[in-house]
Nanobody
Framework: QVQLVESGGGLVQAGGSLRLSCAAS????????MGWFRQAPGKEREFVATISRGGSASYYADSVKGRFTISRDNAKNTGYLQMNSLKPEDTAVYYCAARAFISRTTTTPAQYDYWGQGTQVTVSS
């Protein structure tokens, strides 16, 4: 089992940047692929990005491709989501999640086994 805690959310103006962190504890973080999801009020949780256990492969939702970058530092048991050129439509609670294996098809919340508590990102215009 792995426990996940997100941090780094906050209020930012459109066009600005934030870096979210996902700190892991419990089992070795490197044993899991990691994903980021987000959920706005009244909407379904949606896929943002995912990265393989070793960090060699990553996948992005079309809505964030070119603006967001997922990464991980297994030595620190931490994953990251760098968000640039933020838009008001990026406003949501952002969650990190863990799964044993990831691929381009592991893009739904039900496929992930462990979740953090979420961190709020608000982008103003």
């Amino acid at each position: 089992q792995v426990q996940l805690v997100e941090s780094g959310g906050g209020l930012v103006q459109a066009g600005g940047s934030l870096r979210l962190s996902c700190a892991a504890s419990g089992r070795t973080f490197s044993s899991y692929g990691m994903g980021w999801f987000r959920q706005a009020p009244g909407k379904e949780r949606e896929f943002v990005a995912t990265i393989s256990r070793g960090g060699s492969a990553s996948y992005y939702a079309d809505s964030v491709k070119g603006r967001f970058t997922i990464s991980r530092d297994n030595a620190k048991n931490t994953g990251y989501l760098q968000m640039n050129s933020l838009k008001p439509e990026d406003t949501a609670v952002y969650y990190c999640a863990a799964r044993a294996f990831i691929s381009r098809t592991t893009t739904t919340p039900a496929q992930y086994d462990y979740w953090g508590q979420g961190t709020q990102v608000t982008v103003s215009s």
